[in-house]
């Protein structure tokens, strides 16, 4: 009996705590990014209308986008959001502005699985609406995002692109963090990585 006594005054063994999953953390660090600039953090619903996931960003009907081989639909009208703008127009219905917010969350499209490619991705986007926002203002905020995220001597340039949602479009581009711009397998050898795309 004596060997089977329980002292209790004796001090408890320590669980190891968990930790963030890497996804997580990132998206974490991304809001505080924006948040830092006065952006909220809005959802939306991951089962979206066709009216809110295509129709309200200018998507025409016959664009590829909108085929079977792109968007898993769930009925004629019912699809899981391919991106995060659909939070971003649900917000507008919402809000007066001024308008600062971040949309993360996951989004689906039937993409073959490979190294840059995946059915379910996150994705983050962000929506400010205010008078006299200047395409200066976008490049100011991405740039300040991208050396926050990547580090102050990252380099970004900004290319001209088209959304159908967007006028004038840009994507946004980082100098390789591997091989520091001089190309490299993971850059494809150009020493650039597109990270986003943007627009007015």
């Not at 809005?42 to 664009?63: A, I, Q, R, W």
């Not at 989004?107 to 996150?122: G, I, L, N, Q």
């Not at 008078?131 to 300040?144: A, R, W, Y």
Request: proline share 7%; net charge negative.
């Amino acid at each position: 009996l004596k060997a089977e006594t329980l002292d209790v005054t004796m001090p408890g063994k320590a669980a190891p705590a968990g930790g963030l999953h890497p996804l997580s953390q990132a998206i974490d660090d991304m809001i505080d990014i924006f948040r830092s600039m006065g952006f909220d953090v809005v959802d939306g619903p991951e089962v979206e209308t066709d009216h809110y996931n295509f129709e309200c960003l200018n998507v025409p009907k016959d664009h590829p986008a909108r085929d079977m081989q792109d968007t898993f639909y769930l009925s004629d009208s019912l699809l899981l959001r391919t991106q995060t703008s659909a939070a971003q127009i649900r917000t507008m219905e919402t809000r007066k502005p001024p308008i600062r917010v971040v949309c993360p969350g996951r989004v689906y499209r039937a993409d073959e699985v490979d190294a840059t490619h995946s059915p379910v991705f996150h994705q983050m986007e962000g929506l400010v609406v205010d008078k006299g926002v200047t395409l200066c203002d976008l490049k100011g905020v991405l740039e300040q995002f991208a050396h926050e995220i990547y580090g102050r001597d990252t380099s970004v340039r900004f290319r001209p692109s088209f959304f159908p949602f967007t006028e004038p479009s840009v994507e946004v581009d980082v100098s390789c963090p591997t091989c520091g711009g001089q190309g490299c397998r993971i850059c494809k050898g150009v020493g650039w990585i597109e990270i986003l795309g943007a627009g007015m």
